[in-house]
């Protein structure tokens, strides 16, 4: 079995030139979702969050907050997030939901005028991801939004919604379930890329398991193309028996042409890759627990696919440097750091990819500057 060479926090410097540097964004209570954009269009990246009962801009590069909506509870946060140009005006907005609350968008007004809040979907109940992605193809980002729990209409079940012709004026967006009740057991975060070669993008999950029965898989639902639309989508299983599955993001790890897959066991231990096309698995991190959150990128700029994860259990932010064949080199970044939500991102606008991270138990939002340029 490939393995993950393993080196210590010391060895971070030697082996990336620098230290990659912490920048804070915010404090003040648990966290679990945060993404990145040039929001009041100074060429700047700002910060949407939420947190203590409202969902707030950070804008860089002092991180003044904003606070753009306030949700009904002073306790409550936005699971996850996504953000684009919904509405197709140039400028970037931000689409999220609470737990157990109704998914919805809020608009950005540009230079005056308050953030306006719209919803979704009304018969979601329990929120759990959000990924946003042009599932059918017409060149506009959609939304892929799960139903975590058992119950309601659309108990067990994963959709994804196109944006209105008038988003502004639709009471709800259209709602087309791929995954029609058998996405059982909590399911958590979403990848989505091309799989099979076919040029449509697939969608694939996790699922924790408990205290939800039927869980501990990872799988992907075969995009059927022009019918995207088309209920249900076909299933194909990964992975079983993986105790506490969150997250699963597609990359060709090893350079061969093929799909595979990096993926955590956000609830369980473990970072690791299946390698296409029969999902064998290859450990990347056997150390890690609760690596809850995971970014894919290439974050040395030698042309394969790195990784990174935050375990909440672990507290330990790790990047994984792969050396092209699916072999990686661990650095730890941070220690005493929780995560829910990482991303993937230049946030310096220096060309390379940087690292931000909601901070779930240790309060904070944080990024990362890389050292490679």
């Known amino acids: 079995m490939k393995s993950v060479l393993v080196y210590p926090l010391l060895l971070t410097e030697l082996l990336s030139g620098e230290v990659w540097e912490k920048h804070v964004v ?47 509870t002073r306790a409550a946060v936005c699971i996850h997030s996504e953000t684009f140009d ?26 005056e005028g308050e953030w306006k809040a719209r919803v979704i979907d009304t018969e979601i109940s329990g929120i759990h991801c959000f990924l946003k992605a042009d599932v059918d193809g017409d060149g506009k980002q959609d939304v892929i939004v799960n139903n975590f729990k058992p119950e309601g209409v659309l108990g067990d079940s994963i959709v994804w919604f196109s944006t ?44 924790k398991g408990a205290p939800f029965e039927e869980g501990n898989w990872f799988a992907f639902w075969k995009n059927p193309g022009a019918e995207a639309v088309k209920e249900p989508w076909q299933k194909t299983e990964i992975a079983s028996g993986e105790e506490g599955a969150t997250n699963i993001l597609p990359a060709d790890v090893n350079g061969d042409g093929k799909m595979d897959f990096v993926a955590s066991n956000g609830h369980g231990i473990g970072v690791f890759w299946f390698e296409a096309p029969e999902w064998e698995k290859r450990m990347i991190d056997a150390e890690m627990k609760c690596g809850h959150s995971l970014a894919v990128a290439d974050f040395d700029g030698d042309g394969d696919m790195d990784a990174a994860c935050c375990g909440f259990e672990s507290e330990r932010v790790s990047v994984y440097l792969n050396n092209g064949e699916g072999v990686f080199t661990r650095l730890d970044l941070d220690e005493e750091q929780q995560s829910y939500d990482l991303r993937a991102v230049d946030m310096d606008g220096d060309g390379d990819v940087d690292l931000l991270n909601a901070g779930r ?9 890389n050292p490679s340029k």
């Open 26 to 72: 915010a404090e003040g209570g648990r966290v679990l979702t945060a993404v990145a954009a040039d929001y009041d269009g100074d060429g700047k990246m700002d910060v949407i969050s939420s947190l203590g009962g409202k969902v707030s801009l950070f804008l860089a590069p002092e991180w003044e907050e904003m606070v753009l909506h306030k949700l009904p």
């Open 86 to 111: 919904i509405d197709g005006d140039g400028d970037m907005d931000w689409v999220g939901g609470e737990p157990h609350g109704d998914p919805f968008w809020l608009e950005n007004p540009g230079d």
């Open 164 to 207: 209105p012709e008038n988003v502004h004026a639709a009471d709800v967006w259209e709602r087309n379930v791929f995954a029609k009740g058998d996405a059982q057991g909590g399911s958590h975060y979403f990848g989505f890329g091309d799989i099979d070669g076919d040029g449509w993008g697939e969608i694939a999950v996790a699922a």
């Open 361 to 369: 138990g240790t309060g904070n939002v944080v990024w990362y500057e």
